[in-house]
Antibody, heavy 120, light 110 residues
C-alpha cells in the first residue's frame, strides 16, 4: 500500500527555522517525483514545488522560489520542506503528494498534511 | 486568488446529479489535461479524475470528468451523503511548470 506519512504539527515563532518531512512507503521512492502543496486557512490549494528523489533535482513555483527549500534523502525515502526564517503568513497546512503513475501531471497519493502555525 | 475558477459551492439532494465547473486559460486547461481532487478537511486529498476523464482504481463510475477548450467539469451522479467534501480542479500550467488549482467547490448533499 502506497503511503506518505508526514511529520506532526508545529508551532513556531516568526524568524525561526523549520523542516517538515514526508516519508514514502509501499513503492519505489526514487521512481516518483514528490510535490509540496500549501493550503492557507480557509483557502484553496497552491503548488509550491517538486523534487525528483532520484537526484534531488528541484523545481519551484515562482510564488515560492527563494522562500522555501525542498530536499530529499532517498536512503530513508523521505522528502523535506524547510524554511530558514518563518513568517506569520507561513501559517498553513502543508501536504506532500506523489506524482502519478498513470499520469505524471496528476498527484495520485497525498500525505495527511502538517499544520504549521507561526505566531509570536 | 486561484488561477483556475470554480464556483465556491454546489449542492444537490441524494440521488441527484451535480456538476462543478472549472475555468482556466490557454496556458493550463486548454493545452494540458485536467485532474480533480476530493478533499475532506482533516484528511489527505484524494485523486478523483486524472487526464480529463480517467478514474483511478477504486473511484466509482458515478464520478466523471470532461474538458472543452479552456473549461472543464466534474459530474457526480447518484449523490450520496459521503460525497460531501471540497472538490478541486487542477491542470498543469506551462508558465508555472507545475500544477495550478481552482479555489475549490464545497459540495453539500441536502
Amino acid at each position: 500500500e502506497v503511503q506518505l506519512v508526514q511529520s506532526g504539527a508545529e508551532v513556531k515563532k516568526p524568524g525561526e527555522s523549520l523542516r517538515i518531512s514526508c516519508k514514502g512507503s509501499g513503492y519505489s521512492f526514487t521512481n516518483y517525483y514528490i510535490s509540496w502543496v500549501r493550503q492557507m486557512p480557509g483557502k484553496g490549494l497552491e503548488w509550491m514545488g517538486r523534487i525528483d528523489p532520484s537526484d534531488s533535482y528541484t523545481s519551484y513555483s515562482p510564488s515560492f522560489q527563494g522562500h522555501v527549500t525542498i530536499s530529499a534523502d532517498k536512503s530513508i525515502s523521505t522528502a523535506y520542506l524547510q524554511w530558514s526564517s518563518l513568517k506569520a503568513s507561513d501559517t498553513a497546512m502543508y501536504f506532500c503528494a506523489r506524482h502519478g503513475s498513470s499520469s505524471w501531471y496528476s498527484l495520485d497519493f497525498w500525505g495527511q498534511g502538517t499544520l504549521v502555525t507561526v505566531s509570536s | 486568488q486561484s488561477v483556475l475558477t470554480q464556483p465556491p459551492s454546489a449542492s444537490g439532494a441524494p440521488g441527484q446529479r451535480v456538476t462543478i465547473s472549472c475555468s482556466g486559460s490557454s496556458s493550463n486547461i486548454e493545452s494540458n489535461t485536467v485532474n480533480w481532487y476530493q478533499h475532506l478537511p482533516g484528511t489527505a486529498p484524494k485523486l478523483l479524475i486524472y487526464s480529463n476523464n480517467q478514474r483511478p482504481s477504486g473511484v466509482p463510475d458515478r464520478f466523471s470528468g470532461s474538458k472543452s477548450g479552456t473549461s472543464a467539469s466534474l459530474a457526480i451522479s447518484g449523490l450520496q451523503s459521503d460525497d460531501e467534501a471540497d472538490y478541486y480542479c487542477a491542470a498543469w500550467d506551462d508558465s508555472v511548470n507545475g500544477p495550478v488549482f481552482g479555489g475549490g467547490t464545497k459540495l453539500t448533499v441536502l
